[in-house]
């Protein structure tokens, strides 16, 4: 089988092209020159925004959607093999390309590829190190999994070889990349229905990403964590370590936080002092994240001006403990955390910031990830007032072999931590719930990665209805 390359391509089509990561690779192969068009089951701000570039997208799979002149279709792990548009694209002849490998492919394009791993904290991460560059004027090309604010996108296409990626390890998807520079935030359980070797199969795939990297190559690794420093003996990159630990290469020490949750801490280089610096996105996770941009940025000769400008300007990546308003007192944040890490971070960051009584709604996703780590689940509650469950959303698997169900994390939550928890299924009625119960001075924490965000929109309007705007 001849190697797969974009020689030759002009014409790309994407099925599943509404999603984060694929909507971004379509806007960057279209700015690339090549003439885009796919499909996705359902419209949504993503697609929206591919129309308003010239991007054709139907809604639906049909085998009329795809062009017979196709060089190239681009299809990601969530789109199964018997999907109408893959067989479609088949009897046309049309190369298939996994998403991951289109990435890879683009990689090429780039000496200098910036990669950011780890199962927490990738989008904000890399945006941080993209708006970094960016700011220094590195012109790098982008493509991460969330949307930028200050460039009202997930991916731009520069003028430099620097290419800064959110690198995934589901279905081992970063393992196509070429990257000169590689993060490791942090490696936990997660996507147990791909990993079923559990941690010592995720752990032995973050090393081989770790692996790809060149003798003159560089890894920034959390020395925080125990499965991240298994790796480092076996990469032949240079590796400095960053954390809140004594040891680490890069360190913060002297964190404080602000009514509003925003810490400044110190950083310590090889244990003398660098930098002092203040993040307007809270949490510990967050100074521990940033450390791993500061670290990057010095490898690449970065002024600290431009980080300290980046971390002023920056208040998250689209869903990432996002403030979607302010109704009479009442906070409403929307998050994407659906692992239980996030969750706790997470609602760890809402303690910090100065409130009455914190509520979290919360839509489990997948059966698989609900059923294995229910426990880790249930525990990343224990610092809620109040929690309201949604129903467990599944769109690559079903229910049968698992048999969980939100109310199994409701009955545990209950038990052990006397929390006052339900299970709510519809989301008008999680709204109306919660319009009733909230009052000036709390907050309302709205996590899943599916389409429980919706709630968080409709409270607003709910409470701006209630009180005014």
Request: charged letters at 25%; proline letters at 3%; one cysteine or more.
């Amino acid at each position: 089988m001849d190697k797969i390359t974009l020689k030759g391509v002009k014409k790309i089509y994407f099925v599943g092209i509404g999603g984060t990561s694929m909507s971004g690779l379509a806007m960057m192969s279209q700015l690339n020159g090549f003439e885009v068009s796919g499909s996705d089951m359902r419209a949504c701000s993503y697609t929206d925004k591919l129309e308003e570039k010239g991007i054709t997208v139907h809604i639906g799979h049909a085998a009329e959607n795809v062009p017979k002149n196709a060089d190239m279709l681009v299809y990601s792990a969530a789109i199964h093999m018997d999907n109408i548009e893959i067989v479609t694209a088949v009897s046309y002849g049309i190369t298939l390309v996994e998403r991951s490998h289109f990435l890879g492919l683009l990689s090429e394009f780039y000496p200098d590829t910036i990669a950011v791993s780890g199962t927490h904290g990738k989008t904000t991460t890399s945006s941080l190190t993209a708006m970094t560059l960016l700011n220094a004027g590195l012109d790098p090309s982008i493509s991460v999994g969330g949307t930028i604010k200050q460039i009202n996108a997930n991916s731009r296409v520069g003028h430099s070889e620097h290419f800064v990626i959110e690198a995934c390890e589901f279905v081992d998807s970063f393992l196509h990349t070429k990257h000169k520079i590689g993060v490791i935030l942090n490696i936990d359980e997660d996507h147990l229905d791909y990993f079923t070797g559990g941690i010592e199969q995720i752990t032995e795939s973050f090393r081989r990403f770790a692996m790809i990297l060149p003798e003159d190559g560089y890894l920034a690794a959390n020395g925080d964590d125990e499965n991240v420093l298994k790796i480092i003996p076996d990469v032949i990159a240079e590796v400095e370590t960053f954390g809140l630990g004594e040891g680490n290469y890069w360190r913060a020490e002297n964190i404080k936080y602000d009514d509003l949750g925003r810490p400044t801490y110190d950083v310590t280089m090889g244990g003398k002092y660098y930098d002092t610096f203040t993040l307007r996105i809270p949490g510990a996770h967050n100074v521990s994240n940033s450390l791993s941009v500061i670290a990057v940025a010095h490898r690449l000769g970065i002024d600290n001006k431009y980080l300290h400008q980046t971390f002023d300007e920056f208040d998250g990546a689209k869903r990432r403990f996002e403030l979607e308003g302010e109704v009479n007192g009442i906070k409403v944040f929307e998050d994407y955390a659906h692992h239980p890490k996030e969750l706790e971070v997470t609602i760890a960051a809402c303690k910090n910031y100065k409130h009455d009584k914190l509520y979290v709604v919360f839509q489990p996703h997948t059966y698989s990830r609900t059923f294995l780590l229910l426990d880790r689940f249930v525990n990343a509650f224990a610092l809620a007032d109040e929690v309201v469950l949604n129903n467990i959303y599944s769109d690559r698997e079903t229910n049968e072999k698992w048999n969980v169900y939100s109310e199994d994390i409701m009955e545990k939550v209950i038990e052990r931590f006397h929390i006052p928890t339900r299970v709510i299924s519809e989301f008008p009625d999680i709204v109306n719930y919660l319009t009733e119960k909230a009052k000036p001075g709390d907050i309302v924490l709205v996590a899943g990665s599916q389409s429980i965000n919706q709630v968080a929109a409709d409270m607003i309007t709910a409470l701006e209805g209630k009180y005014g705007k």
